[in-house]
């Protein structure tokens, strides 16, 4: 008859620490993911991005920043809002020449652009400066991704939750890390239905905006003129252009991410140029309409800044806050799944 004082031991007999070790392993498992077997020929072609899942990974740092890009450049026009007609256009103007030349990048280096581009054309030091700014851009990226996020999500929670925002802008951080330690397909996978809804809602709101506007567009003109003759006067043409060009800087960050195909060439599925090209040509489209049909918006429907609010939240309540579907207020909860959609964009624009 056993010794009912002994510890019993695992069935299969193995020590008891083997357990813990078990559990670890798990652990390890759900977060990191499988093993992956680098001797298996099919495992690069399972793990590279096809184009629309590269827009979606990469993308989404380009994209997202027309959150916090169009707003920085409207509101740096003060009163005289009628020059963003032409910011729009010299923003998606901007847009497609610097994707036009980051296609050129990745048909010359398919190896993938950023510093490796500056080395070889200029030379080492060139290229440990452009290394080293990227890094700086790397980090800027991150930190204003994730508060332009925390100020989307803040907009429409209660200001009670305002004390918790630093705490939750740095638990995303480390989701995100962990995400990208699973590997780069299954984050994309992830974040394509947050992706979608983003762009769903904005492409709805941009053309919404202007068609209820559009009986405007004859006085617009006229105001346009007006204000143009008005700001001459008062500022002098040379003012009035530096105004417009402080404002147009000031949209800067519409551009960031832009470079992010490029950089990314290793990922994509093969032929790697075609696909890295064809995934220039959906971010650029999609943040050229969506960052240049924003300000437009702004401008027609006479959106001004409201403290606690982003100007798309201030947008959006104007658009769709008052619709109703019988009991339902299908307007706010559009709303809300539109700045939720930001705030989940923004967030993965850090991921990219």
Known sequence: ????????????????????????????????????????????????LIAVLAWVGLGADGLSSSCYGPEEAFRALGAHTYLAVFLAMAMAMTVFIISRAYKLLIEHFPIGGGYVVATKLLGPAAGVVSGSALLVDYVLTIAISVASGGDALFSFLPADWLPHKLTIEIAVVILLMLMNLRGVKESVTVLFPIFSVFVLTHVLVVVWGIATSASRIPQLYSETSEGLRGGVHSLGAFGLFWLFLRAYCMGGGTYTGIEAVSNGVSIMREPKVATAQRTMTYMAVSLAFTAGGLLLCYMLMGIHPVEGQTMNAVLLQRLAGGLHLGPLNFGHLFVIVSLLSETLLLFVAAQT
Do not use: N, T
């Open 1 to 48: 008859m056993p010794d009912l004082d002994v510890q019993q031991k695992p069935s299969d007999g193995a020590p008891a620490g083997a357990a813990s070790g078990s559990r670890l392993s798990r652990l390890r498992r759900l977060v990191l993911g499988g093993p992956k077997d680098l001797e298996d020929p099919s495992l690069y072609h399972r793990m590279s």
